[in-house]
């Protein structure tokens, strides 16, 4: 089975090619696929375009997508969509299940779970099958071509590297599941060669961090003299997600995916 992957020049996206190269690239400016089998990584990344223009989410996340489904109608395609834990919102219990109840708070969120609406129900109307892959967050040795919005944990890390002063506007204590990018890249590849259709499939590493911990065990390798302060979340961002949160990945695990990397060896790698 060969993909047509979109989205390849992204930090995952990215990885995910260079890890599999004998899958089809798709070009940015391209919406025609080059096999039945997609995997869409094509996104924004994150809650960072309200304050720029209120429409960039809605235009990357939706619009794109419609697109390239307009090539879907009534052909024989499955379609592998990488959507992100934050459809979850603050979920009644944890860790979240695929099942739980989404009710996502931000933009950006908030479009990745219409996005994942949009693709059931056109794949209920066209007769395509579909997978839906939600991520937790995932690091990795730095791309180039990435922006560097794409996680708070690397822009800290970089600043700590630095010896830069750091405020936070997140609580301390918040609990957080993480993922190394070749691991989240082989789960997908796994999901995608044998996971069930018309299914959705959390993406997680199943350990657990403080964030807190976490920038302090980097901090401690690197040696930096940042100074770190935690301060209030602005409004935007209050509401995003609960403190703690982390996913049930049973479903992942049945299709027999084994983790290669521990959060000890994604902080060793990106302190490097």
Not at 7 to 28: A, C
Not at 33 to 40: D, G, R
Not at 52 to 73: F, P, R
Not at 223 to 234: E, F, G, R, V
């Amino acid at each position: 089975m060969k993909l047509s992957v979109y989205g390849s020049t992204g930090f995952i996206g990215g990885n995910f090619v260079n890890l599999y190269p004998s899958h089809y690239k798709i070009k940015r400016e391209d919406r025609k696929p080059l096999s039945n089998n997609i995997l869409y990584f094509i996104s924004t990344l994150g809650n960072y375009n309200l304050d720029i223009d209120a429409s960039i989410d809605i235009k990357t996340n939706l619009l794109i997508l419609c697109e390239v489904l307009n090539y879907c109608k009534n052909e024989k395609v499955t379609f592998n969509f990488i959507s992100s834990s934050l459809v979850y919102g603050n979920p009644c219990s944890l860790p979240a299940k695929e099942t739980s109840i989404c009710k996502p708070k931000c933009f950006y969120s908030i479009t990745k779970k219409c996005a994942e609406d949009l693709l059931i129900s056109f794949s209920e109307t066209f007769g395509i099958k579909y997978r839906i892959i939600r991520l937790c967050s995932v690091l990795g040795k730095e791309n180039k071509n990435a922006s560097n919005s794409k996680n708070i944990l690397t822009r800290i890390v970089n600043k700590l590297k630095t010896n830069e002063n750091i405020q936070l506007q997140e609580e301390r204590g918040q609990i957080r599941e993480i993922i190394h990018v070749e691991d989240a890249c082989r789960a997908i590849e796994l999901i995608c060669q044998k996971g069930r259709v018309n299914q959705i499939y959390n993406l997680g590493s199943g350990e657990i961090i403080k964030i807190e911990s976490f920038i302090n065990l980097a901090k401690e390798k690197l040696q930096s003299k940042s100074k770190i302060t935690y301060l209030d979340k602005p409004k935007s961002k209050s509401e995003e997600q609960k403190t703690h949160f982390w996913m049930d990945i049973v479903r992942l695990n049945d299709l027999g995916f084994k983790k290669k990397y521990s959060y000890k060896d994604i902080i060793n790698e990106i302190c490097k």
